[in-house]
């Protein structure tokens, strides 16, 4: 395979700045509530506590990556740790992710719009505007339109910004009083906490993205484990200021918030302030849709493309689009994205992370002893106890997880298992 050259590779910076806008996108705008109604003021804990998790596994990831220069991710540990059964189930769940979160954003996209035009806050709206989102993109990817750096350069800008600005100005706005009770009795119990912890981690997830696009980064080994710890610490500290303003602006009233760090700004600046976050929400989401529509059907390509997945995905038009891909996604998507509210569906779309996390996690143990003599830029301290509380952990959230989320964030390794024996006749390594 020919290599891309090194003067066009991602460096340190390009690497970090890739990552940040890879996790922080609808969730933080449109999450605290959840976090508010689940565990009160506490759910600052909550947050440490996921911050803590995603650190743990973006560790081992770090650790896997820093064996390997090529792209792939999560799917290339778990196929060079387990197998192909294993790598097939990681790779075929990888699409079925990226369906989920693009369901998700059109999910994400109608509740912001909804927190803007109060007439647009019900499920009819929220259905019809779901619809056109998925219309619209579908016929724009299948013209052949592509996304360009300049909107991917405005979509940071646009969803960084108003939140530097929120914080900046929300902490002289916190009343100390809102913090009070800190835990309220109701939601003391750890079936409460799983809860929030599962639904917010969904604003950490997207650090895996990072280390998929390995193969195109300079000096990988050395400078991707960097990059991931500094951009999971820069990505938390973010989350924690804006909760801690949410709450302390807005107090118990954030439960109730549909739009909550728009409507905390509108308390303090009026107008001007909701409109801002509003205008950065919308943009932010809309051009995470837009990015995720271009990338998720070429998923299933990819596949398709290694023999993985049937080789009618593979068809494009006159234009180049594989369009078959893209209407096949398109409707997964959709149907996704009818099936919930944007809490609900984050839920779902955090579960199917930990397809991705948990073999992640535990390939640092296999290589340990199958590729000990292998260089490596990076090496997780204090021995196996990291990987092992980052899997731990995350079977602990998901056995806490109701069970119908489970299905339908993991329902994809089972839909996997009858494809793998059909199609692994035809694998191309």
Request: hydrophobic residues 55%.
């Amino acid at each position: 395979m020919e290599k891309t050259s090194t003067n066009h590779k991602m460096g340190f910076w390009t690497i970090l700045l890739f990552g940040i806008n890879g996790i922080i996108g609808s969730g933080i705008f449109l999450l605290p509530n959840q976090g508010m109604k689940l565990f009160g003021p506490a759910s600052l804990i909550v947050l440490v506590f996921d911050a803590f998790l995603i650190l743990t596994i973006g560790l081992c990831l770090a650790e896997d990556a820093s064996l390997f220069d090529e792209t792939g991710g999560p799917y290339v540990y778990a196929k060079a740790a387990f197998g192909n059964f294993v790598g097939y189930e990681v790779g075929f769940v990888t699409w079925a992710i990226r369906i989920i979160a693009e369901g998700t954003m059109y999910v994400g996209f109608a509740t912001a719009l909804g927190g803007i035009f109060t007439s647009l806050n019900n499920t009819v709206s929220k259905d019809i505007v779901v619809t056109v989102i998925a219309i619209v993109l579908m016929a724009m990817n299948i013209s052949g339109l592509k996304v360009t750096s300049i909107i991917n350069n405005t979509i940071t800008i646009s969803k960084l910004l108003p939140l530097v600005i929120f914080i900046a100005i929300g902490i002289w706005f916190i009343k100390g009083s809102n913090f009070t009770p800190f835990l309220p009795s109701k939601v003391a119990n750890s079936s409460s906490f799983a809860v929030a912890s599962m639904t917010m981690f969904y604003a950490f997830t997207g650090v895996e993205g990072a280390v998929v696009a390995a193969g195109e980064m300079k000096n990988p080994e050395k400078n991707l484990p960097r990059a991931l710890i500094v951009i999971l610490l820069v990505v938390a500290s973010f989350y924690l200021l804006i909760q801690a303003v949410c709450i302390g602006v807005l107090g118990s009233s954030l439960a109730n918030s549909v739009a909550p760090v728009q409507d905390a700004f509108a308390k303090i600046l009026g107008n001007f302030g909701k409109y801002l976050i509003a205008a950065g929400t919308l943009l932010s989401i809309g051009g995470i849709c837009v990015s995720s529509s271009f990338i998720t059907p070429r998923s299933g390509v990819a596949m398709a493309n290694h023999g993985m997945m049937p080789a009618i995905l593979k068809r494009k038009n006159s234009k180049g689009s594989p369009y078959i891909a893209i209407i096949v996604s398109t409707i997964l998507g959709w149907t996704i994205a009818m099936s919930g509210t944007f809490a609900t569906l984050a839920q779902i779309s955090a579960v199917s992370r930990f397809a991705q996390y948990i073999p992640a996690c535990i390939a640092v143990l296999v290589f340990r002893k199958t590729m000990k003599n292998r260089p490596t830029g990076f090496k997780i301290p204090f021995g196996w106890t990291i990987p092992i509380i980052a899997v731990v952990v995350s079977i602990w959230l998901l056995i806490n997880t109701e069970a119908i989320n489970l299905i339908w964030g993991l329902g994809a390794l089972v839909v996997a298992i009858p494809f793998y024996f059909i199609t692994k006749k035809n694998f191309i390594d």
